[in-house]
């Protein structure tokens, strides 16, 4: 197998296993969660997401019915060598993937307004570059994005007046109003920035980083933690119905803003947060660095 043909079978067989284990950090959380709660019916539904995950091993079928639009959130070295055919070779993978995981088809050409049966379709597979300067490695987030968690997704641009209490409020709003169709409990990301747009792609990057990590700039770690404290205590918990806590995290990313506007958006993740990190190297040796003691 040469160096193309080992990158696209070791991406096809990690999509696999996105598809069917969830990453062990979110695995640990849901753990907590079903421990901590004491509302009779949502811990059985906690019981219930984990007959649902042996069940996705024991018979190889995905988690959920629902496999997303598989997202791709590449780091790529300037000397990788594949680094000029990683947009087709990812194409290639979701088309192999498709049929062999097998995956649902969720690509609805847009006015055309037709499935193309395939997974693949204008800017599908949503694919997200990161140029990494004398590198000759590849790390990637491989995200299979549900219907039911991006829906509630939004984005918006406020007064600076309006302020971290005024973030807090939108995340709150999005939350009670849209999160709860989510299948809770939920990823929440959260991006700060100027525009819709780069509040947006730090808010999905936001969701995509592990649970249980904080930022790293203290203040905004204080507002993770806080907001996961307000919105765990909502009464809202496991795919919405009442209980302990609906909330598996909520994770900040910022970025230095235009001082006359005040960019905000949340991007969600559900119970089944189907994200996994794969690192190559310049032979296309894999690492796999979410799921632990786990071979393609
Ligand atoms: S929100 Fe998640 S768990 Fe619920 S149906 Fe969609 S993909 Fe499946």
């Known amino acids: 197998m040469n160096t193309t043909e ?3 079978d070791t991406t096809v067989k990690f999509i696999n296993l996105v598809a069917k284990v969830l990453p062990d950090d979110v695995v640990e959380r849901l753990k907590e969660l079903r421990e901590n709660e004491t509302v009779a019916m949502s811990k059985a539904i906690y019981d219930s997401m984990f007959e649902n995950l042996d069940k996705a091993v ?11 639009v598989i997202q ?9 060598p594949l680094i000029d055919e990683i947009g ?13 995981v097998p995956l649902r088809h969720n690509a609805v050409e847009t006015f055309v307004e037709k499935n193309t049966g395939t997974n693949t379709g204008k800017k599908v597979p949503y694919i997200d570059y990161e140029i990494v300067p004398n590198s000759s490695n590849l790390e990637m987030d491989v995200y299979m994005a549900g219907g039911g968690c991006s829906l509630p997704g939004r984005s918006t641009v406020m007064m600076p007046s309006a302020g971290y209490e005024g973030i807090a409020a939108f995340v709150a709003d999005t939350m009670v109003n ?3 169709n989510a299948c809770p409990p939920l990823v929440i990301g959260v991006g700060i920035g100027t525009c819709v747009a780069s509040a947006a792609k730090l ?22 933690e806080a907001l996961e404290k307000a919105l765990g205590n909502i009464g809202i918990g496991a795919q919405g119905l009442p209980g302990k806590s609906g909330v598996m995290c909520v994770n900040i990313e910022n970025m230095a803003r235009h001082p006359s506007a005040l960019g905000a958006a949340v991007s969600f993740g559900c119970w089944a947060h189907r994200r996994g990190t794969i690192s190559f190297d310049k032979n296309m040796d ?8 786990v071979t393609l």
């Open 203 to 224: 808010a999905k990057k936001a969701s995509l980083r592990r649970v249980g990590s904080r930022n790293p700039e203290p203040k905004a770690a204080e507002m993770e």
């Open 178 to 180: 849209w999160g709860i």
């Open 72 to 80: 791709f959130y590449v780091r790529v070295g300037t000397k990788f």
């Open 58 to 68: 024991s018979l190889d079928r995905p988690i959920c019915q629902d496999t997303g």
């Open 88 to 100: 087709d070779l990812l194409y290639k993978a979701t088309l192999e993937a498709t049929e062999t």
């Open 6 to 8: 080992k990158f696209l």
């Open 286 to 293: 894999y690492t796999l660095l979410d799921h632990k003691g």
